[in-house]
């Protein structure tokens, strides 16, 4: 054998083994993947191709070359229509039905016209043999159907690589990666079929096996250190995309590399175009977010969309590329924790409300009145209010404890609609109310206190038939405002005046209101009454 040829002849083995061993490793690891079916039958087309081909190569007589010709032809065909359909499915691009019956329509007139060449010879004029070469190799004249097929090939190579062409920018590193080892692939056999269909070919040699071995060695590239089919685009389509948290992708230098569609939401501005950009161009003029990620540490984040406040728990991690640090990558997610703020809110609300009449409990209500104890400035005035229901025992015990809670509920309706809205109030015990009232002056106070005493005085509540009307005895204390107060010591004073004023106003024949006045609360304590 010639040792040109046994050159040649080596290089297509190598790329048959390729194919082999492609198509084991697909189907063994890959199988399940997108795009890893039609990869697995292009590997196994094309090893059958190079196999047959060999034996062309290595035949000696116009009539093997044929036969050999007619079984490379059995498969080549369909190599660009799978080709094509690996790409669309790596990046989970769906295709037409119509599309499928002209990818494949094509191939079996192309196999049916080379088959039946001798009839018409559209496919071939003539099929000779090569003069002045060492080995024999088949001379072809072609016909239409054979440029038919060659434009088929092409368009369905250009249109693989304008596809993964336009994913190129949207994809991470390791996508943009896949994606140019599998352009490279690609292209060889663009060039190989370029040489030969202008005779440019050592000796007339069909190049198109040979571009195989290379194209399989950016494709085992791409399998082994890329991970194609492992990870891809349409994976990260169907997965990333889908996150309900908002996820976004950069690099060491804060330039913006990928992001999904839920981080619209938080950053408005994200649009394709903005991948490669630094994100500080993103974000500008929203301080509070420039300076959580210039931080890097996991925190809680806020907005306001659509009237709504949205609850998101920032979070950091980054990865290492290749195990080098300089082209590490910070991942940042955005969980929506709304849901679970607001289950909180209520919870909190639950353990604050009392459960009956639906005001602060005692508890909630000192910490509260702690809290906006603090919050006021010296010279201001502070006024509570502390009101009971008159013989409110002799109430349960005549119409029943049901109609007890209907009474309180009526009196602490009525309460709620005579404050303002800086006025709350709380249950301090039984029947037993209190009112702290802001920037509010004792007389102020205590016309409030009257008019409330009033409304309940002159309303009823119909409880099984029967009309309940109660009275309410009311102590109001006040308290102007001096630095460098114990809060706790304040509140206890103040919450303990307005109940010695309530003394009072039960001393004083019940159904009135009582500030709370140092002297008459003497001459109260001096009689020593009973209530």
């Known amino acids: 054998m010639n040792s040109e040829l046994i050159l040649y002849v080596l290089i297509i083995v190598l790329a048959a083994v390729l194919s082999v061993f492609l198509s084991f490793f697909t189907y063994l690891k890959l199988r399940t993947n997108p795009g890893a079916k039609p990869f697995l039958v292009v590997t196994i087309l094309s090893s059958l191709f190079s196999f047959f081909y060999i034996f062309e190569l290595t ?7 044929k036969l050999w010709l007619s079984l490379e032809y059995l498969v080549m065909p369909f190599i660009p229509a799978f080709i094509l359909l690996m790409c669309c499915e790596y990046i989970g691009r769906k295709i037409p039905i119509w599309v499928y019956y002209v990818l494949f329509t094509v191939p079996c007139i192309t196999i049916f016209m080379h088959a039946t060449n001798e009839m018409h010879h559209l496919y071939y004029t003539s099929v000779t043999l090569r003069t002045h070469t060492p080995f024999p190799i088949v001379k072809f004249e072609y016909g239409v159907f054979f440029y038919f097929h060659a434009l088929y090939l092409f368009l369905c190579l250009v249109i693989s690589i304008i596809t993964l062409l336009v994913h190129l920018k949207k994809g991470l590193f390791i996508f943009r990666m896949q994606i140019l080892t599998m352009i490279a692939g690609l292209i060889f056999p663009i060039v190989a079929n370029y040489f030969y269909l202008n005779d440019l070919s050592p000796y007339g040699i069909d190049l198109g096996p040979v571009s195989m071995s290379l194209s399989f060695l950016f494709h085992t590239l791409a399998l082994i250190s890329y991970k194609m089919f492992n990870v891809t685009p349409v994976y990260r389509d169907t997965v990333f995309e889908r996150m309900k948290e908002g996820v976004l992708v950069l690099n060491k230098d804060d330039v913006i590399l990928d992001y ?5 939401v938080i950053m408005p501005a994200l649009t394709s ?11 500008t003029g929203n301080e509070q977010l420039d300076e959580i990620i210039g931080q890097g540490e996991d925190c809680d984040y806020e907005i306001l969309k659509d009237g709504e406040r949205i609850h998101f728990q920032v979070q950091f991690s ?4 290749q195990k080098n640090t300089s082209r590490g990558a910070k991942i940042i997610s955005f969980v929506n924790i709304t849901e679970k703020i607001e289950l909180q809110e209520k919870l909190k609300e639950f353990a604050s409300i009392d459960g009956l009449t639906q005001v602060f409990n005692r508890s909630f209500f000192i910490k509260k009145s702690e809290e906006q104890l603090r919050s006021m400035v010296v010279g201001e005035q502070v006024a509570f209010i502390m009101f009971d229901i008159d013989h409110f025992k002799k ?8 109609a007890g809670d209907l009474v309180l509920s009526h009196v602490v309706n009525i309460s709620k609609n005579s404050l303002s809205g800086t006025d709350f109030i709380g249950r301090y015990g039984g029947e037993e109310f209190v009112i702290m009232l802001p920037n509010t002056s004792l007389d102020d106070a205590y016309a409030l206190s009257n008019n409330l005493r009033l409304r309940v005085l002159k309303s009823s509540i119909l409880v099984n038939n029967v009309q309940i009307q109660v009275t309410l005895s ?3 204390s006040s308290k102007q405002i001096y630095g460098d107060e114990n809060i706790e010591e304040m509140l206890g004073d103040l919450v303990n005046k307005s109940d010695q004023a309530l003394y009072m106003a039960k001393r004083n024949g019940r159904n009135n209101t009582q500030k709370y006045v140092r002297e008459q609360l003497s001459k109260y304590i001096e009689l020593g009454a009973e209530i």
Do not use: R
């Open 59 to 65: 035949s000696t007589t116009l009539k093997e070359i």
């Open 260 to 264: 999904n569609h839920a981080m619209m």
């Open 474 to 476: 009311l102590g109001v």
């Open 395 to 402: 109430v349960n015990d005549t119409y029943g404890h049901q």
């Open 318 to 321: 980054h990865i290492e590329v």
């Open 273 to 283: 175009s903005i991948i490669g950009m630094p994100l500080k161009s993103v974000i």
